[in-house]
């Protein structure tokens, strides 16, 4: 929301009083004075009008899973556990995952409550890349690293697949790195050549690569530098 717009949704500020307290100097966000009304306030965000704390501010919280097997990229299932029965974290409502994995994927799941920063790690606006480590049951084409880079066009969407770089590893495993994500979009790429994946696990997104040490099921907070590298 706008500075301007949550200041004066305050009871005891009038659209004037807004004004006045910002051209004033008598506003800070996040302990800096703000005199712009555009500025945005988020649920992370302190508001303070003088030494009155209008907004605390949410903490923003940062996680990265080693996604299981079995276990389903959801807030909620009547099935399946979720991801977030996997955490042992307070106000597990306000989370959400920032690009879901199929229930048979592993590896890389980014868990967090900050949907801006979340946004632009998946939106392929950002050109972020995805890599995914793939095992398949029939033997993987030097034709596929061709195809991948061009594009395939998904009918049922009515697009083509952003160009998607391949590197063959051995006969039936590759590591493939896609800029965008669609639904089940590794499974129907390989499905192209009718060659079904049997094993698909997600090794980094954009600048995360998943943690090394942290067994099937572990996960961690982000450390600083990873959260403002996105
Ligand atoms: N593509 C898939 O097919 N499945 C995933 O889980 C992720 C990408």
Avoid at 66 to 74: E, I, N, T
Avoid at 113 to 142: A, H
Avoid at 191 to 211: Q, T
């Amino acid at each position: 929301m706008r500075l301007d717009r949550f200041l004066s949704n305050q009871p005891r500020f009038s659209r004037l009083d807004a004004r006045q307290l910002l051209a004033s100097g008598r506003v800070r966000v996040d302990g800096q004075v703000s005199r712009d009304g555009r500025d945005e306030v988020r649920a992370f965000s302190r508001v303070e009008v003088d030494d009155e704390l209008l907004q605390a501010g949410k903490p923003a919280r940062y996680f990265m899973l080693h996604k299981p097997a079995g276990v389903v990229s959801a807030t909620q299932h009547p099935e399946h556990r979720t991801v977030l029965d996997l955490l042992d974290e307070p106000d597990i409502q306000d989370l959400h995952i920032g690009g879901r994995l199929d229930l048979t994927t592993t590896g890389l799941l980014i868990i967090t409550n900050d949907g801006l920063w979340s946004r632009r790690l998946t939106e392929p606006r950002s050109r972020l890349g995805k890599t995914y480590r793939v095992e398949t049951e029939q033997p993987i084409g030097n034709e596929y690293i061709d195809a991948f880079a061009r594009g395939l066009y998904f009918a049922y969407e009515d697009l083509t697949t952003l160009p998607a770089e391949l590197e063959i590893l051995d006969s039936h495993t590759a590591r493939l790195t896609l800029h965008e994500g669609r639904y089940h979009q590794v499974k129907r790429m390989f499905g192209h050549f009718n060659n079904k994946v049997l094993r698909l696990h997600r090794e980094r997104m954009g600048p995360l690569v998943l943690d090394p040490a942290l067994a099937v099921g572990q996960y961690r907070s982000l450390s600083e530098s990873e959260i403002t590298q996105v």
